[in-house]
């Protein structure tokens, strides 16, 4: 004997959520300049975000700081499992009906992107799509690239950043925009500029333009450790203007190394390549290992 009917609930889907415009009206969201927000509401421009990473369908990605989740609405539209992480209470409500919506493809960890512990949440072969909080932003990508362990747990990084910070991550010896943040960027990893951004698709406007940047590992050198890269670079852009014979004379085994590697003390740190920094490094430890 059959028993009563089962009543049957109709879940919405992504198709049925309003246009993010009429989420932030309803939630009353505004961009908080203390978090440094910038809302994306352009759907075929986030859709184009998304794909930078690459192909998402069934992939996992982990976000930070969607705030009323244009972003997190492109990746889910792509395929991809989110995990998305939110420190914003405002924007829980709003992001709590697209994880309805999206079949149980998106978890929100409700907190700050710094205090999380990425790898156990988001697991190993993760991509990180992000529009940035512009406070943040290079404090986290100087963490995911000073993993000590290598490869890293994620498999790809795509990130929103003010296009001066992505100036200087893809920069070159001898430019302007060469500095620290390219040494570290670059002597494990490969990073592009995908495309940039006009400030008037952000709600509110910046008032600098931005660009996506995309970054994937690459192997690491032998025989260097983070630590030894991180002080060198600390040590030589932090007198950037003066010669290393001087911007490197407080760091233990440094100017010895410079003489090994066949590197004139007179040379100033913009004018370095990643090889070289990688190379006194690597001379550092040797030196303070034998």
């Not at 075929?44 to 990605?61: C, H, P, S, T, Y």
Request: positive net charge; glycine residues 8%; charged residues 20%.
């Amino acid at each position: 004997m059959c028993g009563e009917p089962r009543a049957i609930v109709n879940r919405p889907t992504l198709g049925d959520l309003p246009p993010l415009r009429d989420v932030i009206a309803t939630h009353g969201l505004s961009a908080s300049k203390a978090l440094g927000q910038n809302f994306l509401l352009d759907g075929q421009l986030l859709d184009r975000i998304a794909r930078v990473a690459g192909e998402l369908d069934g992939a996992r990605v982990y976000e930070v700081g969607p705030g009323p989740g244009g972003l997190t609405r492109a990746l889910l539209r792509a395929g991809a499992e989110v995990i998305a992480v939110e420190r914003d209470a405002r924007c829980l409500p709003a992001l709590a009906q697209l994880a309805t919506a999206s079949g149980d493809r998106l978890r929100v960890i409700d907190g700050d992107a710094m205090a999380v512990d990425e790898a156990a949440v988001a697991g190993s072969g993760a991509h990180i799509v992000a529009n940035l909080p512009y406070n943040v932003g290079t404090a986290l990508l100087v963490r995911w690239l000073t993993l000590p362990v290598w490869p890293p747990w994620w498999r790809s990084l795509t990130l929103m950043f003010q296009k001066e910070v992505a100036e200087r991550i893809v920069a070159v010896p001898g430019s302007d925009a060469y500095g620290r943040l390219a040494v570290l960027a670059q002597w494990r990893s490969t990073p592009g500029i995908a495309f940039t951004v006009n400030r008037m698709a952000f709600v509110p406007p910046p008032k600098v333009t931005s660009a996506v940047v995309h970054i994937v590992p690459a192997d690491a050198p032998a025989d260097v450790s983070v630590r030894s890269i991180e002080a060198l670079t600390a040590a030589a852009f932090g007198q950037r203007r003066k010669m290393l014979r001087q911007s490197l004379k407080a760091l233990p085994g440094a100017i010895a190394a410079l003489e090994v590697c066949g590197i004139a003390a007179e040379r100033r740190a913009e004018t370095l390549s990643v090889a070289e920094f990688v190379a006194i490094a690597r001379q550092i430890e040797a030196e303070r290992n034998a």
